[in-house]
């Protein structure tokens, strides 16, 4: 049988990153069109990968019963910057595990229960003030909430001075990176240089820094008041969560871990839910029918209200048409795999690109 090549990205490796950062639907969809289904790229900072959009590949190469790939947390360390050298995302093998057993149970059962009515408090505060027939932007609603969400749900701050001032820090720290061309401070290390507070990296790390200061505090006092609490926020069940051996995550380990969530969980959410309302305001007939079938329930149970099977559908369209992420983590092959008559060496990192597969 005849071994196909995969062909690579010919424009040079700097214009990869800046096409792919400024215009990331456009340069993925030209390469598509140039180099086909399989193609390698050197738009991740130093590392050129293959992208894979093709369900039968993606099949193949996260078959359960023939391991081919596995997740290394050095193909990450682009985001140490963002989240920290100890967050889950940057960590592999037995370390990650250990990491991932602790992180999972706040996010299942009844604390999802009492979080969801949290959620509904938040957002009905978060729209009181929206009057009928005014214009708004729903994105900057929807950050607004998600932001809220994880400061009270997340991170326990009920305190109001507290509050204030990390959400000030958190909205403006996020905001240097909330565009394509503010972000390559994060995506290309070459800009990673403090000449003064003045400079995009030097304004970034100082305000890093005093959230830093912020969330420890957090910590240190959450800590203090574990015996006598009854939170049921994401922070104290992180705090007060063992490892195997007895040990706790040190205080790093949660603040990194904390910025984990807030990056994974704001402005993404943010703009899901955005996307969700435009789409809706478009189509006149899907808002009435998602309105119909909220307007079913007998009282705004949210698990009730997780479970409407039209409003699922229209939320999972929404992340189909505009995936929150377009790519999974790189991973790397552990061994050679042919995918659909293309030989793929073993060593070779691989970056299931969830955009074009939705397309």
């Not at 096409?19 to 991740?44: I, W």
């Not at 596995?70 to 990450?76: I, K, S, T």
Request: hydrophobic residues 40%.
């Amino acid at each position: 049988m005849t071994v196909k090549q995969i062909d690579k990205v010919k424009t040079p490796k700097f214009i990869q990153q800046i096409e792919s950062t400024l215009k990331p639907m456009e340069f993925l969809e030209r390469c598509v069109q140039d180099y086909g289904e399989l193609f390698f790229t050197n738009s991740f900072g130093n590392l050129e990968t293959l992208v894979v959009s093709h369900p039968q590949d993606l099949q193949e190469l996260f078959n359960p019963t023939n391991k081919i790939l596995d997740a290394p947390g050095d193909a990450n360390k682009i985001f140490t910057a963002h989240i920290g050298e100890n967050s889950l995302m940057v960590q592999d093998g037995l370390r990650h595990q250990r990491q991932r057993q602790l992180m999972m149970p706040p996010f299942h059962g009844e604390k999802m229960l009492n979080y969801g009515q949290q959620i509904c408090e938040i957002t009905q505060q978060a729209t009181q003030h929206l009057k009928s027939g005014e214009t708004f932007i729903a994105r900057h609603l929807s950050e607004e909430i998600t932001m809220n969400i994880i400061l009270k749900v997340v991170f326990g701050i009920n305190e109001e001075l507290s509050f204030a001032k990390l959400k000030n820090l958190m909205t403006t720290w996020l905001g240097l990176t909330s565009s394509p061309l503010s972000a390559s401070i994060l995506l290309l290390p070459s800009l990673q240089k403090d000449v003064g507070a003045w400079s995009p990296w030097g304004k970034y790390i100082r305000l890093r820094k005093q959230i830093d200061e912020q969330l420890m505090a957090e910590i240190v006092k959450c800590r203090q008041q574990q015996q006598q609490s009854s939170r049921f926020d994401i922070l104290s069940l992180l705090v007060a969560a063992k490892y195997e051996d007895g040990e706790a995550m040190s205080d790093i380990e949660v603040r990194d871990n904390l910025l984990t969530l807030l990056n994974a969980g704001h402005e993404t959410t943010a703009n899901a839910i955005a996307w969700a309302l435009y789409w809706i305001h478009q189509q006149p007939e899907v808002y009435a029918r998602v309105l119909q079938e909220l307007q079913s329930l007998n009282t705004p149970d949210p698990m009730k209200i997780a479970g409407l099977p039209y409003l699922t559908a229209v939320c999972q369209e929404t992340l189909r048409i505009h995936p929150i992420v377009f790519f999974t983590f790189p991973r790397i092959t552990i061994r050679s795999v042919n995918l659909r008559g293309y030989h793929v060496a073993s060593g070779t990192y691989v970056t299931p690109c969830i955009y074009l597969t939705h397309r």
